[in-house]
């Protein structure tokens, strides 16, 4: 196959959102709409993928990797945004797919439809067009006999032509050569005063060189994001779109209008999804699992059979079997082994937590590698860090943690240790060994008594001086 190279246009402000970030940057289900687009590019396998910044180039640059960088300083329009990958492109032979960074929602199948259009066609341009509502603001496909003669910006649109309904969605298959030698001759007389790519086509055609519309029947797939209102509908509709795709699949998702799961999120079957789960990154959840309700996840490999409620995690793996809830938290590396159990209001980050161990209430655990069969008490927390340093506590298999214990790191419990409740535990705790580390108790007898007594005669001294 010829060489596909992909230009994404993504320098223009995007005014219409009312934001200092730049456009492409907002994000459509937890990504940002140039992410989308460039890793469908990547999905879909094309030689090159150049993108075009401009207004906050910094920003896009940042987020976006594996492309080539051109820039536009100064944001004069669509074709003017082509234009500054001339030196990248203008000698190449083959096909430059253009789409712009603002339509996040396109799909790499309808790519490669429009693509194989193109080359059996053998167009020197296919658009990609849709139908849309006659009250939208899209740039209008001007078609005489079925035959395309040009596009018409719809501030550009003559009464006569305001009826028409197929819109251009700015996703298009060029010829390289014809392109730019088309380009050059874009000038920028319209309403607007910019110079437009959607002119290379009344160009092109006015040269008699064959250009056609490639029409697809979903528009909202291409439609392009101007303001907030298209955002969050855009979000919605990708929601709908992979909630769709999930249950197709054969996972559970109980309320798919309350269940936001991320583009690249991979789910096993028989794995049932309760209302209000933010899933999202590259989170991976396997079989048979019970997820939610109220969970959000970020970046998560977790295993099958796994149960998980009411809990925020993110970048860890948890292995099989595990159990977690509600109101727990994980973050950053750790790894929570076969069968282990995390109760209600448990954190751990940077945690190996090992087979079967358990750690039901109010317990943090932090820079630690914890072994298997492990009993971490109520209100147990590892000190990891001094006001400097963290430091890792280790914890062998079967060690038994009272209650209220607090691990002073760096510091390590053995083998089948005990540690009594309420200990503070600084040194290392041997084999089998029973550390207690607390004030020893002592009971005063009928002190009660004498003490409620003291302190009636104080009482009564004071209201006397008053
Ligand atoms: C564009 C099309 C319109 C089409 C619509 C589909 C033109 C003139 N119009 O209109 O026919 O129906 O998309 O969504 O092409 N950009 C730059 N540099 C610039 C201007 C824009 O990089 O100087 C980028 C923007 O960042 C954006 C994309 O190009 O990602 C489209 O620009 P935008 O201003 O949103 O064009 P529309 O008015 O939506
Ligand atoms: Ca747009």
Request: contains cysteine; negative net charge; charged residues 25%.
């Amino acid at each position: 196959m010829e060489e596909v190279i992909a230009l994404v246009l993504a320098a223009g402000k995007g005014t219409r959102m009312k934001s200092e970030k730049p456009k492409v940057v907002h994000e459509v289900l937890y990504k940002p709409m140039i992410n989308h687009v460039v890793d469908e590019l990547k999905a879909l396998g094309v030689d090159e993928i150049i993108v075009v910044v401009g207004h906050e180039a910094k920003q896009v640059e940042d987020i976006v990797d594996g492309v080539t960088f051109v820039y536009q300083d100064q944001q004069l329009g669509t074709g003017h945004a082509v234009l500054q990958a001339k030196d990248v492109l203008a000698d190449k032979e083959g096909m430059t797919l253009v789409l712009c960074g603002d339509a996040p929602l396109v799909r790499k199948e309808t790519l490669k439809e429009l693509i194989n259009y193109h080359q059996e066609n053998q167009n020197k341009a296919t658009l990609m067009s849709a139908d849309c509502d006659t009250s939208t603001h899209y740039g209008r496909v001007i078609k005489i006999d079925g035959q395309v003669k040009g596009i018409v910006e719809y501030k550009d649109l003559q009464d006569s032509q305001k009826d028409i309904t197929e819109m251009n969605t700015s996703e298009y298959c060029f010829d390289n050569q014809a392109l730019f030698a088309a380009l050059a001759k874009v000038t920028n007389d319209n309403a607007q005063k910019e110079y437009y790519l959607t002119d290379v086509i009344g160009i092109m055609n006015e040269d008699n060189l064959k250009v056609d519309a490639y029409k697809i029947d979903d528009f909202n797939e291409v439609g392009g994001i101007n303001d907030r209102v298209a955002l969050a509908e855009a979000t919605q509709i990708l929601r709908d779109r992979i909630n769709k795709e999930h249950l197709l699949n054969g996972v559970n998702i109980i309320d798919p209008q309350n269940t936001y799961i991320g583009r690249d999120v991979v789910i096993g079957i028989d794995t049932t999804i309760e209302p209000g789960c933010i899933i999202k990154g590259n989170t991976v959840i396997g079989n048979n699992c019970h997820i939610g309700p109220y969970c959000e996840f970020t970046n998560m490999e977790i295993k099958d059979n796994v149960e998980i409620k009411f809990s925020v995690l993110s970048d860890s793996i948890i292995e099989c079997g595990v159990d977690i809830g509600p109101y727990s938290r994980l973050r950053t590396n750790c790894h929570i082994k076969e069968n282990a159990h995390l109760g209600n209001f448990v954190e751990m980050k940077k945690a190996i937590f090992g087979k079967g161990s358990k750690a039901s209430h109010l317990t943090y655990v932090g820079d630690a590698e914890v072994g298997e069969d492990v009993n971490f008490g109520c209100g147990t927390i590892t000190s990891n860090y001094d006001g400097k340093n963290k430091s890792l506590t280790k914890i062998e298999d079967n060690v038994f943690i009272g209650c209220n214990t607090n691990l002073v790191a760096p510091v390590t419990v053995r083998r089948n240790a005990y540690i009594a409740a309420g200990s503070t535990i600084t040194k290392e705790v041997e084999e089998d060994a029973l550390a207690i580390a607390r004030a020893r108790q002592v009971n005063k007898e009928g002190y009660s008594k004498i003490l409620k007594e003291i302190r009636e005669q104080e009482y009564a001294k004071r209201n006397k001086k008053k």
